[in-house]
């Protein structure tokens, strides 16, 4: 089995910055991709970041301001936000493209979603 805990978010105000961070543990072989997705409210979930083994992609409303890093070794994946404006707020929800042991194909998990809300 495959652990997703996720981490970090909370209430901000406009300008200001928060860190979300996720862990993958468990039956892991091989993590490929990594990254963040978001869902406001009444809006589908939309890519925020991604780090894969092309390079790293971010949605041209985060760019500047988000930065996604890996750390390799802890199966760990986090999202550094600054510069929050209002239509950040959205449920946060990190992802990773993994292989598990004795298993030869890649499946998604998602972690459960942390809330991110920016006020004025």
């Known amino acids: 089995q495959v652990q997703v805990v996720e981490s970090g978010g909370g209430l901000v105000q406009v300008g200001g910055s928060l860190r979300l961070s996720c862990a993958f543990s468990?039956?892991?072989?091989?993590?490929?991709?990594m990254g963040w997705y978001r869902q406001a409210p009444g809006k589908q979930r939309e890519l925020v970041a991604t780090?894969?083994?092309?390079?790293?992609n971010y949605a041209d409303s985060v760019k500047g301001r988000f930065t996604i890093s890996i750390d390799n070794a802890k199966n760990t994946v986090s999202l550094q936000m600054n510069s929050l404006q209002l239509d950040d707020t959205a449920v946060y929800y990190c992802?990773?493209?993994?292989?598990?042991?004795?298993?030869?194909?890649?499946?998604?998990?998602w972690g459960q979603g942390t809330q991110v809300t920016v006020s004025s």
């Open positions: 468990g039956s892991i072989f091989r993590i490929n991709d």
């Open positions: 992802c990773a493209d993994l292989v598990r042991y004795g298993r030869t194909y890649t499946d998604r998990y």
């Open positions: 780090e894969t083994g092309g390079g790293t």
